[in-house]
């Protein structure tokens, strides 16, 4: 991805988003690069369409989990992770705050400031692969792993 463009695809998914979230998911867009520009591990990332949601992942295989930005609910912008990563349940344990659903979603209120977790959300679901590895490393055993 060069600059912060939007492939003419993932622009369409954004129209597409009822008025009332597109600011917000617009913001987490911006959030998602800028977490991404500023940790040199994740490197330059792919933006893309993956279940019909704009969908951001790291270009280099191995390093992080795919974040995807929708609507959850009725009306919610939403986050969405991959629910085999556990990534959500360690969200939750690390921020009680935040409105996490079920094992792949953390909420994100509309019209209420983005809660600053979320951009510590987002690295750890870009980093995922990476941390995994260096969690083997020190003996620490991931549910994946011990799959």
Request: positive net charge; proline residues 7%; aromatic residues 4%.
């Amino acid at each position: 991805m060069s600059g912060n463009a939007m492939p003419d695809a993932v622009r369409a998914a954004f129209d597409a988003l009822p008025e009332a979230v597109r600011p917000r998911l617009t913001d987490l867009r911006a959030t998602i690069l800028d977490v991404a520009a500023r940790d040199a591990r994740i490197g330059p990332l792919v933006e893309t369409l993956k279940w019909g949601q704009p969908a951001y992942l790291p270009a280099r295989r191995g390093i992080g989990s795919t974040v995807r930005l929708g609507v959850a609910g009725a009306a919610d912008p939403a986050l969405f992770f991959i629910c085999t990563t556990r990534l959500v349940d360690g969200f939750r344990a690390r921020h009680p705050g935040l409105d996490c659903v079920g094992d792949r979603a953390v909420l994100v209120p509309a019209a209420a400031p983005v809660p600053a977790e979320v951009a510590s959300c987002i690295a750890a679901a870009l980093t995922y692969h990476l941390d995994r590895r260096a969690d083997a490393g020190q003996g620490v055993t991931t549910a994946r792993a011990r799959a």
